[in-house]
């Protein structure tokens, strides 16, 4: 069985370089724990934290169009709705699904989905 770790895309407006050519299909592969820890070491992002996505996405973003690299200042250069578009895929494509199992509850026996991922230990905390 082959593990998928790399997706396409599109993005809805694209990328314009400094030549004028526009780039809108590219591919990002799935994150590593490095991809989300190394960058909280970044000056850019103890200054701000939102600089996190930059440098993330720069990280994951394995082609866009015919670029010879996806770095911070292509990513920094984009419109916003392409932004919002790759944050959005980042988290489709690397949140895991909720892990339930069905429960029976012991007094009254009514069959119910629990949720009993790792994840769910860490919402609102």
Do not use: W
Not at 43 to 65: C, D, E
Not at 78 to 103: G, M, P, W
């Amino acid at each position: 069985m082959s593990f998928k770790t790399e997706y396409e895309f599109e993005l809805p407006r694209g990328y314009i370089d400094e030549n004028g050519n526009l780039h809108r299909r590219g591919t990002m592969r799935l994150a590593t724990a490095a991809d989300e820890i190394l960058p909280m070491r970044d000056q850019r992002v103890q200054q701000n934290p939102a600089y996190l996505t930059i440098i993330l996405l720069a990280r994951v973003i394995t082609k866009l169009g015919d670029l010879r690299a996806v770095d911070t200042k292509v990513i920094e250069r984009l419109f916003t709705v392409d932004l919002a578009y790759l944050q959005q895929f980042y988290r489709e494509i690397n949140e895991t699904e909720k892990l339930t199992v069905r429960a029976v509850c012991p007094k009254c026996e009514h069959e119910h989905e629990v949720d009993v991922s790792f994840l769910s230990l860490t919402e609102g905390a």
